[in-house]
């Protein structure tokens, strides 16, 4: 099952970034991403938090953007941008596979 909310250790373990690298995501991209906050006041994601965050990661990593770039690009071509990050995953996954199965030939 699940969670219904991540902390950002654990979005920064299932991104591989680290926890500064979301906290800044966070605070650049306020218009995307709103994490609540529990009673200590830690942030705490959910979900579509995190799909948002695989998104920005792609378009800030993988195609060079700039913030500005990355957000004109999130509020003009969300939709397409979170297809090509699930394709995109997918596709790491497959090649992990197929190094596992590599290794054990």
Do not use: H
Request: some cysteine; aromatic content about 6%.
């Amino acid at each position: 099952m699940e969670k219904l909310l991540y902390s950002i250790g654990e979005v920064a373990e299932l991104l591989d970034e680290n926890t500064s690298a979301i906290r800044f995501w966070t605070n650049s991209f306020e218009k995307f991403i709103k994490p609540r906050r529990n009673l200590k006041g830690n942030r705490q994601y959910t979900a579509a938090d995190i799909e948002t965050l695989r998104c920005i990661r792609v378009l800030l990593r993988d195609d060079g953007l700039t913030i500005e770039g990355a957000t004109r690009r999130l509020s003009e071509e969300r939709k397409e941008i979170s297809l090509r990050v699930k394709a995109l995953e997918s596709l790491k996954s497959i090649r992990a596979e197929l190094v596992e199965v590599r290794k054990s030939l």
